[in-house]
Each structure stands twice: as C-alpha cells, then as structure tokens.
C-alpha cells in the first residue's frame, strides 16, 4: 500500500508577529577609531591628497565642462563594512545628493565632486578631524580615477564595448551619452547602442586604437568612460550520433492548459515528436538560410521528452508547450557578439512575455566570471526578469579543461546572474574511458562560485559524462534526444541539464493553481534539492560544483507523506520591520525521552535589490533567518527609547548554527540525510540570495541538545532585513520605503516515521490561529515513465 500524499501548505505570520527594528544604542566608541596622534597627521595627509584635485576640478569648472569631476576613495581594508560606510558618505554628502556614485572594488569608491561649494565642504570636513573621526579612519587615501582598460588577444579584429560612468542622474546621463555619442561621429566611429538594462547602455565600437583613445583625451569624452574592455564572441556547436526515433509521439490533451516553456536557442525544428508541442507563434530575427537548429531541437526534445528517452521520471509532467525564440545564428556562418546577442534575447521576451513566463538560455558568454564583479549579461537577464516577472533557467557553461589535465574552470559569464536558477550538470552514466562517476558532477560543467561567493550554481541535473581514450582523443557518454532531422542522438553538456530544469519549473507552474510567481517556483526547486548517496565530492565542495544537488520530481515537490510536513511561507518584508513567530508549531510528539527530535531542511529564497553602478555590492540588501527553541515570553520596557516592541523571547538560541552540532556525531552519523541532504553554511553577513539550511536534532551535542531541546521549550522563527548604506540613502532621497519579496520553504520530519507530523503541524496552526492553506492544484494528471 502507498503511502498517503499530503499537499503542502501555505501560512501567513499573523499580525502579533509584526516587530519594529530596534536600534543598538551604544554610544561606547569603537576600537577601530584611530587615536589623536594618529589621526591628525592622518588627516593632513588626506587633505593634501584631496586638494591635489582642485587644479583639475577648477579647469573642469572653468571651461564648464557638462562632464563631473569624479575621483576614488580607497578605504582600509577592514573598513568595508556596512557599519562604517554610514560614516564616510556622510563626508562627501551634498546637498541631500548622494555623491558616492559607484563601487570600483570592494574597498574603492567612486565619488562626484559637484561644485566648488561642495569641494570647499569635504575640505573643512577633513580639516575638522575631531567631528570626522570615524569616517577619516576608515579612508587610507584618495586616487585618481582612469578608465579600466581590458586588453584583446584579437587587437586588430576586436570589437571593444564601452561603458559611460553613472552619475546618479538622469538627465545629465542623458547629456553625457550624447556628448558621447556626438565624439564618435565627428571621430567617423561607427558604433552601436544597446540597452543592457534601462539604466546601462553599452556602446560597441570598433578597434580602438591609442590614438583614437588619444584623441578622447584632448576633449571630456575620456573623463566620462568607466571601461572599455573587448566584445565577447558566442559559438556553438553539436556533436552527436544519430540514430533512428523508436520514442512513440505525445500529443497534447484537448482539456489541459498546458504552459509554455521559451527556449532561447539555435531554433527549434517542426519534427513530427516536437511539432505538436510548438507555439503557433515563434521569434527570430534571422532568416532560415541563417539558422542551424540542431542545439535548440536537442534542447527541446529533451525538455519534453527527457524522462522518456532516459527511461527515469525525473521530472514527472505530462508535457509542456514550447516556443521558439531563435536567437543565435548558425556561427559557422556568421559572428554573434554579445550585445547582438542580448539584443535579440531582449526583443524576444519583451515581444512574448505575457504567454511565456519561462525562458531557458543554454547559451554563454565565454569569459569566466570575476570575484568582485557581476557581468553585463547577468545585468541584463536580471533586468529582464525584474521588469517581465519571468524565470530564466540559465546553464553554468562548458568546460574542457579536463583535457589537458587541469581543474574545472569558474562558471561563465551570464550564469552569475543573481535572478536566475542555474544549472550545472552531472553523470548519469559511465562508459569504459568516463572521467565522473554516477551522479558526481560531469567533467565538463563549471563550478560556483558566483562573484562575492553567492551560491552559482544553485541546482544541477543529468547532462552526460565525458573522458579522455588512450590516443588522447575526447570521450563522451552523452544524454539522449533528436536532432533537427528527428533521428536520436546523443550529447553532453550542461545545455542539456538546463532544460532538465527549466522544464521542471514549468510543469510546477502548469500544476499550480495560482499566478505565475518566479520566487515560489525557485524555492520548492532548491528546497526539494539533494545530492546523491552516490557523490563522491568533500562537502566543502558540494555547493561549489553541484549547488544544492538535484530537485525531485514534481509529484515528490508539492507532496508530503504523514511524517513530514512543509510550510510555504510568501511575504513582503518591509524595512524597520520584521517577523518573530513565537508561536511556531513545533510537534511535540517529536518529544522523546523528554527531548524534541526530528529533522528540519529550511530554505529562504528572496529578491535583493540590485544597483549595477555598486560593483562587488550589486546585491543591496540581505534577509537573515533564525529558527530555533526559548524559554518563555518576556515583557519588556518599551518606556526605553531603544526597545520598541512590548514581547521577546528569553533564552532565544538559533538552531541553524554549525556550532550546536558534534563534529564527532556528524563524521559518525553517515544515515541517508547526512550523505543527501546535511547542509550548514556560513552564510554570516554574506548576500545571498538563497540560503539553505538541513538539520538533524540527533546530530547536536549532547549538551545542547539537554540546553535546548528540551520538552518545555517553546519554538520560534525570525526574518530580519538589512540594508546596504547606498540603496539606504538613495531611498532618503526619493522617500521611497524599502522592502524585499521573501519566500520561505520548511519542512518538518521525523525521520523514524513514526509521528504524524503533518497533522500535528496543522492543528497547532488552527490553535495559534494562523491562516493557513493547502496549496492549489489543477487537475493535471501525471504520467509516470
């Protein structure tokens, strides 16, 4: 007999769970203030720095330049935290304008000298040392700021892209792009323009060469350029085996609203097994002489017919629809550049984004992404998903490395993308010369992590394996699909574990009977997500290689057993406000021998606000999540000026903390959970996006389990917003309140399946009178392999 299915449930925190960020109060001076006889010469070297400016401030004054004067701020290295940097903006504010207009790198900020008002105020504040203590002693020097210059390989064939500094301001942004605009023709430059995101325009211009970039010189145009690096070039190409279709056709059912899946490809061809699936509808720019569709048709066939050709129900839907978004050119035929390519990308979901919400793009820019920078093309899919309230399933790139005996490479450029789901790939077999065992990330896929070591990828699925024969040629066990001639072939590559995903999320979406929402769908993916008892990886590297690990199936996602239970929790968390659950419904049948047991997996998925011109900062805000146990309710003072909410809880502890656990109990404990799902990372301070937390109450020491998991415990659950200083003053300015959109995942279990968790979990929230709701669903049957 089967066990019963349990949907999973949606709850809303209740009104009493509303708190009021309190602040610390805590006049005691901080350690890191330099003292008197460090801070005085300290200042008059600064000063001097600074007013080693003024010659070049008051030519630009003088001839009334429309371009800005703008110089770094290098601060010391341990000056970069959110705490301090309150201090040093309000060293150079103006006027309620906010003068630091960027981030170069971690410790250097970009800074807008506005007038000769505005020049003698950040004088006389470095002058006055005592009043400016905080802000002086975290600034080491102040620096000229030159264009950052990228070198080609390619120097005479290169096409260079050009970026113009962000001032902050509308309108004069606009004067400066056709200030700029206006140099290159007079110049005969031929260029081309393309809107990134709404507030990041790139310029693609031809080879520049030192004397074209002499000439800037002689004018402002060089004063307003950020950087000027080379123009990526995209190719593609299938290598497959091809053989006759022996996959009997599905066709769509009259009676089901199927949703669509956008494949942003090479084209997808109107075989007879796709042919039923395809909108009537399809985009591309290129004529069909132009195209060669052998990726896209293998990328669809696979996020179709995936689970049939791999006789496995991986992702378990009945079909999907899919259309057709050529915008990639046969290569061998002709170039692609990048801004072509986010062009057309552009115009494809913006011309289809009220049919298509979700979009898969296994197609990369080849340049390895940096630590301390977010690409353009990560930019621009983040705009777009933000503006069109789509997904986009984004693959982490190949790499060859294994070839030549080197390790595998950082992900491209494009799968830093903070809004995406990205995918890498591992093996879902071995041949006879494979490098990867079963289920241990493909040889060829690309490892997080992400810049500012966000967590890239966040899942991954079946994409092959590959090896090396005895001559030294490439070996490949590939995973199975058509080509564009409806023969089967078979290829490897994390292009075909991202449609794995993407279509995935889009049967989700098909099941759910609700409006689209991007955020929900990541996190039930990345919630559901595991590694394999068979991953051979330490765990250091888990999250590096493969994210998460591999989502379940979609019957497994939006169901629970009686001895678990999951809880959807969908909010908006406003600034000055957060969540304290002290009523969270812990089952107190996981009560044994007087202490509370079971296994907790929470994973927290929210929408950062993002600003382009913060460099390393790209992401600008954070949400922290605490669950653990308390002793009791407590009143407090609220007659205090720094305590503003009437309860708390005495004896909090956060359970999500490495530091409860035996590391002596974990090396021991090798069980099921612990090889597949174990997962404790020191997110910290860190921004990131998504963070992920599985615990096994068994694990924790002995000492403090008899702390805090004992019987008279009470549980509670905490989300707290911070803010970056930045995007804290531009919202001052605009008077606008900040907020973020939250999507919590948890689910409760008792691993001996013994408790009836889920019923238990759904009276406890009846009696603490939370609203609560089992998820939607259609009436869409699935069809198991």
Known sequence: MKPEKLPIIRFSHRKIDEQRTEGRGDNTPPKWLLPDEMLIPHSKKLLTEFQS????????????????????????????????????????QDERKNSIIGLVDTDKLLVKLDSSDHDRTIQSKINDYQSNRRALSCIESFLDFSPILYKSEEESSCSYKVKLIDYQDYELNLAIQRQFEQTLQTSSIEFNKTLYTSQLPIYKVGNIASTVLDSFQHDDTYDMIFSIEPMPRYTISLDSLSQDSDIAILTPKPDVNYKTLGILDSGIAGIPHIAPWLSEKSWSPYPSSAINKDHGTFIAGIALYGDTCEEHDWIGHSGIKLFDATVVPDT???????????????????????????????????????????????????????????????????????????????????????????VGSLAHKKGLHDISDIDNPSPFTRIGPGPEFIIKPEVSHYGGNAGIFPNGKLSTTGVTSFTAKGNLATDCGTSFSTPRIASLATGLYQKLDSEFDPLLLKALIIHSASYSKNLKIPETER?????????????????????????????????????????????????????????????????????????????????????????????????????????????????????????????????????????????????????KYAVDFDDMSDTNKHKYLTQEKLWYLQLKGLYRNH??????????????????????????????VYDAVTQALDLNNFWHDNIRLTSEVSVSV
């Not at 995007?727 to 009836?756: G, H, W, Y």
Request: overall charge neutral; hydrophobic content about 35%; some cysteine.
């Open 332 to 422: 061998s035929k002709e170039g692609l550049e990048e801004d072509e390519l986010i062009h057309n990308i552009q115009e494809a979901i913006t011309a289809n984004q009220t049919d298509v919400k979700i979009w898969n793009i296994s197609i990369s820019i080849t340049h390895p992404v940096k630590d301390n920078r977010f690409s353009d093309f990560a930019l621009a899919l983040d705009n777009l998903q933000d503006r069109y309230n789509i997904l986009i399933c984004k693959s982490t790139g190949n790499c060859d490395n294994f070839l030549h005996g080197k390790p595998k490479g950082r992900i491209y450029e494009g799968a830093d993308s903070v809004r995406s789901l990205v």
């Open 543 to 691: 999250s590096k290689q493969l994210g998460f690990g591999v989502p379940k199936n979609i019957q497994e996602i939006l169901f629970n057993d009686p001895y678990e239970v999951t809880l959807i929790l969908r909010e908006t968390l406003y600034k000055r406000h957060f969540i304290d659950i002290m009523d969270f419904p812990m089952p107190q049948g996981l009560i044994r021998d007087g202490l509370y047991t079971g296994q907790v997996i929470a994973t927290l998925v929210y929408e950062p606000i993002l600003d382009a011109t913060q460099g390393p900062e790209y992401c600008q805000s954070n949400i922290d999540i605490k669950f653990g146990s308390y002793d009791e309710k407590a009143s407090r003072d609220i007659s205090k000026p720094t305590i503003l909410n009437p309860v708390g809880h005495a004896g909090a502890q956060n359970l999500l903390v490495d530091t409860m656990y035996s590391r002596t109990k974990m090396r021991s404990n090798q069980d099921s959970f612990a090889l597949k799902e174990r997962l404790l990372i020191k997110y910290a301070d860190k921004y990131y996006p998504v963070k």
């Open 53 to 92: 400016f003024s010659n070049q401030f008051s030519k630009r004054m003088k001839d009334q330049s429309t371009v800005p004067f703008v110089f770094l701020v290098k601060l010391f290295e341990k000056a970069t935290a959110k705490s301090r940097r309150a201090y040093i903006v309000d060293l150079f």
């Open 727 to 756: 995007t804290e003053q531009k919202a001052a300015f605009e008077s606008r309140n900040l907020s973020q959109e939250l999507c919590l995942v948890m689910t409760i279990r008792d691993p001996e399946k013994q408790v009836a």
